[in-house]
């Protein structure tokens, strides 16, 4: 049972332009939401986080807007660049429940910008 | 400083034998969590030690998944008697609190033939 999906395997992007990384989950208790980035060989690293209290998130290029009605969220890139190019894993903890971030991710999206 | 280290990187080794993978987390981090890969899925969670609490092993697949956290530090992953299915890349991370970011390294690819 899947509980975050990932439903884009790839994504490819122009370098300059928009990048949007979507996420759905079904697990209502879930009240904290991640985006990590992953390099090939290397593990994981935090991106941009958001708690379910919130509807959107800045860090400089990249935003991260949750819908909790929907149960989705995505992450926003602009613009592209070409070091943006990687493995991005979505994932979702029920934080206040658990009292810790048992994450539990997506499948990834590899995302590639291209020059 | 130095981040979360794991070795070995690689580790190829025949069905139905034992392995240990081992993680050093951050120096002063009190939260380890262990996640594994397999081809084409997100991570999964494993177990999760905090202090000196018993750790949390609701996500470990069978019984023969074991793991420990010596002297709040180190942490060793031990599969006995492996299978196929037990090929993946095992991932370790540390956090300095329960709630706070977790820092990933770079995890052991395991291979069972």
């Known amino acids: 049972d899947q509980q975050v999906k990932q439903n884009s395997p790839s994504l490819s992007v122009q370098e300059g332009r928009i990048s949007i990384l979507n996420c759905d989950y079904t697990n209502s208790m879930f009240d904290y939401f991640l985006w990590y980035k992953k390099y090939p060989a290397e593990g994981p690293t935090f991106l941009i986080s958001?708690?379910?209290?919130?509807d959107k998130n800045e860090d400089g290029r990249f935003t991260v807007f949750l819908n909790k009605s929907a149960k989705h969220l995505s992450l926003h890139i602009v613009p592209s660049q070409p070091g943006d190019s990687a493995v991005y894993f979505c994932a979702a903890s029920a934080l206040r429940i658990q009292g810790a971030q048992k994450l539990v991710f997506g499948q990834g999206t590899r995302l590639t910008i291209n020059p | 400083g130095a981040g979360v280290s794991q070795s070995p990187s690689n580790k190829v080794t025949e069905k139905g034998k034992d392995v240990e993978l081992r993680c050093d987390p951050i120096s002063g981090h009190t939260a380890l969590y262990w996640y594994r890969q397999s081809l084409g899925q997100g991570l999964e969670f494993l177990i999760y030690f905090q202090g000196n609490s018993a750790p949390d092993k609701s996500g470990l697949p069978s019984d023969r998944f074991s793991a420990e956290r010596t002297g709040g530090s180190v942490s060793t992953l031990t599969i006995q008697r492996t299978q196929q299915e037990d090929s993946a890349v095992y991932l370790c991370?540390?956090?300095?609190?329960?709630?706070?970011?977790?820092?990933f390294g770079p995890g052991t690819r395991l291979t069972v033939t």
């Open positions: 958001i708690s379910s209290i919130k």
């Open positions: 991370a540390s956090s300095l609190t329960p709630n706070a970011e977790q820092y």
